[in-house]
């Protein structure tokens, strides 16, 4: 094959990829072509592009996901490749043939290496034949679910339901008896339709508290195939990866040698060209028993650390093998420097079950730390920027930190240190969970496993949701200066500015109630300017405040003589306009969200007045049991509510059912995962949606009433009343007979 010129290349992706690709094209000299659909007309893969591209609507399906727009939009541009980064059509055969048929090259492997590689179970049948040690599990493709449930006793449980097509750990679903696999079987496939296109699924068994550890590969046209060494990346949720590094601080080099002659072996199966990813699973406590799960036939989301360690754009590479150049490098050319670790920062609420996040980012510091492979030794990979809208038409990554260091314990302190420096407000992200993470001792010393995320989660008080740290007084403090203190920009004179004085009386207080992430209410309380306040937290003993604005767009905090910085914005509708009595007054938007930042840490607080206070408290009293106070002495009702905007892709019960506590009773598509809610309490539930519904943020989806009790025969004898004095008030007879009563098991279980 002979080389290629590329001068022009089309980037068929958005987000931090987009930009990462852009940044490399650039250095190269070569012309960039964005696209973008109508939620990313403003977004920063558009603006730091040469050219941009219209593709369509916001649904993936209408414009990133679209084959003959993006190969279209590269023939209308003159572009000479088109480089898909990861997701999206990264994978697709669609696109590699398209190319073809329009003379344009592909940056990634043939269509016959994705086909192979895309289908899992051809995918082990292949590599298998070329001793490399793989998963026992189905190796058939197109099964139904009759077949698979047949299949899972020879496979074993606990197993895994996996796509066959696909990745990103979408569609995954982890079963551990037969009875929960018809059901997993069912959301797998919802979702594998959704993401893939197909529904196949296959049964692997389930390695319990395994590594993940993958091998970065780079192959030419030419025949050469070298490995880059291994990233560890067992640290995941959900089976998304969350943290990433290389080496793996188990692995030596014996190992990194057997583990890279394994995956050369896999790329050498299917003739594969560019850069891949081989991915195994390995026992906890033997990282030199592994086993091949699948390829990434793309560049991963994680290649920065192997980037760091490595001194080489891998970007760069894709391009020059795309281009029919040789590899520039033999195996004993791959030297291995230092550690780098890499955490991605997502739009996602941990303090409500790491629901993604949506919103208008109103402040974004990078805190000056660059882009791209030549950054070192922090580098920060970001498609964010002011003003950004975050939706939920898109996956919910928003960047990534990467830190590189001589040793893996001070790479790990200076990734802690990039996550407390950059500032995302507007938009929940995980950085908070992220810096928690990196400090248990467990992930400082090493030990790892994939179930690792799920135990810590799960070990946190209740008082101490994941990743939610409590509102600290510094943020409190200073939330309640940005929600409650009158702006005087613009006004002068004696009433320029509300500040609670009053004639022959004590200043009368500004109040709200702030509401933290993990639904905490406070209630503060203000007088005076913001330059020289008093502010009252929970009834707490007053403390003098002074919030000063700096030129940058920060803020000096000073409470009772100790001053720090802080970062704040206030979204919506602020209380700037609340009366000092206290007044009520009409709420015409959402209650206002005051976002601060400081000592590393991000809060954010719903401003709740006296109007939306008194709302709120109405519909506690409306869900609650009857009575003059809305207090209930049993079980009351619960709703179900929407904690981010999205589709009703299933409901699993019916309405009128009982169902137990726990139960899902709606699911909801939103960022491209299904999120199950669940019933509260155990009861009988009212559904108010059906499935292809779009949902809105807080939405009531469903109800869980009290579950009837069957009636109580009277006792026989009784000693001292008469039957009628203790028989039981006769149900409603509608109800009853609609209606089984829960378990007794789980009735009034929370």
């Known amino acids: 094959m ?4 590329l001068r022009t290349v089309l980037v068929a992706n958005r987000g931090e990829i987009a930009c990462r690709v852009i940044g490399t094209l650039r250095r190269l000299g070569i012309r960039s072509v964005a696209v973008y659909s109508d939620a990313d007309a403003d977004a920063r893969h558009v603006r730091e592009a040469d050219l941009a591209v219209r593709l369509g609507p916001a649904p ?43 003379g344009i090259v592909f940056v990634g492997p043939s269509v016959e290496a994705l086909e192979t590689m895309a289908d899992k179970a051809a995918a082990k049948r292949l590599v298998a034949s070329h001793d490399v040690p793989v998963l026992p599990g189905t190796l058939d493709d197109g099964l139904d679910d009759a077949a698979l449930v047949a299949a899972s006793g020879d496979v074993g449980f606990p197993l895994l339901v996996k796509p066959v097509a696909g990745g990103g750990g979408k569609g995954m679903e982890v079963v551990r008896a037969g009875d929960e696999l018809p059901g997993a079987l069912a959301s797998a496939r919802r979702v594998a339709a959704a ?17 993940h550890i993958e091998v970065q590969v780079l192959a030419d046209t030419h025949g050469a195939v070298v490995h880059l060494g291994e990233r560890e990346c067992t640290l995941q949720r959900r089976h998304q990866k969350v943290v990433e590094e290389a080496p793996s601080p188990v692995v030596d080099d014996a190992t990194r040698a057997r583990l890279g002659e394994a995956a ?57 093998v795309a281009a029919g150049e040789p590899l520039g490098l033999r195996q004993e050319d791959v030297r291995l420097d230092g550690h780098a670790v890499e955490a991605r920062l997502y739009a996602e609420q941990p303090a409500r079950g790491f629901l993604p996040a949506a919103g208008h980012v109103l402040r974004y510091d990078d805190a000056g730390v660059p882009a791209g492979p030549g950054a ?109 203190a009158p702006s005087t920009a613009g006004a002068s004179g004696p009433w320029a500015a509300v500040d609670g ?72 509708r602020t209380a700037h306009d609340t009366p000092a009595d206290g007044a009520a007054t009409p709420l015409t938007a959402a209650p206002a969200v005051v976002w601060v930042h400081g000592d590393g840490r991000t809060a954010s607080f719903t401003v709740l007045d006296r109007a939306a206070l008194a709302a709120r408290r109405r519909e506690e009293r409306a869900l609650g049991a009857d009575g003059d106070d809305g207090a209930a002495d049993g079980p009351t009702r619960a709703v179900v509510r929407v904690a ?107």
């Open 264 to 320: 050369c072996a896999v790329a050498r199966s299917v003739g594969y060209v560019g850069a891949g990813t081989v991915e195994f699973l390995a026992p906890g406590d033997d990282p030199g028993t592994f086993w091949f799960i699948e390829m990434n036939t793309r560049l991963q989301v994680e290649h920065p650390v192997t980037e760091m360690v490595t001194g080489l754009d891998l970007v760069e590479q894709q391009l020059r």
């Open 60 to 102: 993936a399906p209408q414009s990133y996901l679209d084959v003959e727009a993006v190969v279209a939009a590269a023939v209308a541009t003159g572009a000479d490749a088109i480089h898909p980064g990861y997701g999206f059509l990264s994978e697709n055969p669609a696109l590699a043939r398209a190319c073809e048929r329009a």
């Open 376 to 484: 070192t030794p922090l580098r920060l990979d970001s498609g964010l920027v002011p003003g950004a809208e975050v939706t939920g038409d898109y996956d919910p990554m928003l960047a990534k930190a990467v830190a590189w260091a001589p040793t893996r314990a001070e790479a790990i302190t200076r990734l802690d240190g990039l996550l407390a420096d950059v500032v995302v407000l507007g938009v929940e992200t995980n950085a908070g969970f992220l810096r928690d993470l990196l400090a248990d001792d467990d992930v400082r010393a090493g030990r790892l496993d994939t179930g690792l995320i799920d135990r810590l989660v799960r070990a946190m008080p209740d008082s101490k949701p994941a990743g939610a740290d409590r509102a600290s007084d510094g943020a409190l403090v200073a939330a309640a200066l940005l929600a409650l």
């Open 501 to 572: 004085w009053r004639l022959n009386g004590s200043p009368a207080p500004r109040r709200a109630v702030l509401v933290d992430a993990a639904g905490a209410e406070h209630a503060v309380a203000l007088t005076r300017r913001p330059e020289d306040a008093v502010v009252t937290l929970d009834e707490g003993e007053p403390v003098r405040a002074c919030l000063r604005p700096l030129a940058d767009g920060r803020h000096l905090l000073t409470v009772d003589g100790t001053t720090r910085s802080q970062v704040g914005a206030v979204s919506g």
């Open 195 to 211: 993401s893939f296109g197909d529904d196949g699924l296959l049964l692997e068994r389930l390695v319990e508290r395994p590594r």
């Open 644 to 750: 981010m905007p999205g589709t009703v892709s299933a409901v699993p019960v019916a309405d009128g059912d009982v169902v137990a506590a726990g139960q899902p009773v709606v699911v909801v598509e939103a960022m491209k995962m299904e999120h199950p809610l669940l019933a509260p309490v155990a009861g009988v539930v009212r559904l108010d949606v059906r499935a292809g519904d779009q949902v809105r943020l807080d939405q009531v989806v469903a109800v869980v009433d009290p579950p009837v009790d069957p009636p109580v025969d009277p006792p026989v004898d009784p000693p001292v009343d008469t039957p009628e004095d203790h028989a039981p008030a006769p149900a409603d007879p509608a109800v009853a007979a609609a209606h089984t009563p829960a378990d007794p098991a789980t009735r009034g279980a929370s």
């Open 2 to 5: 002979g080389t290629r010129e």
